[in-house]
């Protein structure tokens, strides 16, 4: 997922953008859904690997469904996955708090050249 993100980075921001900080870099990757949208493509489809990971993140789970995120859902595997959704969208923020802070914010905040 980080080489996901890194190139979602590298692929729509500019010397010209300017970020304060990781969660304003977040924003801003997300703006079109393009960081859902990684979290989406990496959640398990198969009931056995997704049985699996509850086993030992049984915490998203309860957070997606204390978030809200589950109201309505009755199908375990859904709930599963909705933790599984929480899990990765904590994991995409920490990897664009990583990618910031590991370039010190240079690769976002390039000045103009004149």
Do not use: P
């Not at 890194?6 to 977040?26: A, M, Q, R, S």
């Not at 997606?64 to 375990?76: M, N, P």
């Amino acid at each position: 997922m980080k080489d996901d993100i890194k190139n979602e980075i590298l692929k729509d921001v500019t010397g010209y953008d300017k970020f304060d900080n990781f969660y304003d870099l977040y924003d801003y990757l997300n703006e079109g859904g393009e960081i859902d949208s990684i979290i989406d493509y990496n959640i398990d489809i198969y009931n056995y690997d997704l049985r699996k990971w509850a086993v030992d993140n049984y915490n998203w789970i309860d957070e997606a469904i204390d978030e809200g995120l589950c109201e309505g859902v009755t199908d375990f595997h859904k709930l599963i996955q909705c933790g599984q959704w929480v899990a990765l969208n904590h994991e995409a923020r920490e990897i664009v708090e990583e990618l910031f802070n590991e370039y010190n914010g240079k690769l976002f905040n390039v000045e103009e050249v004149a």
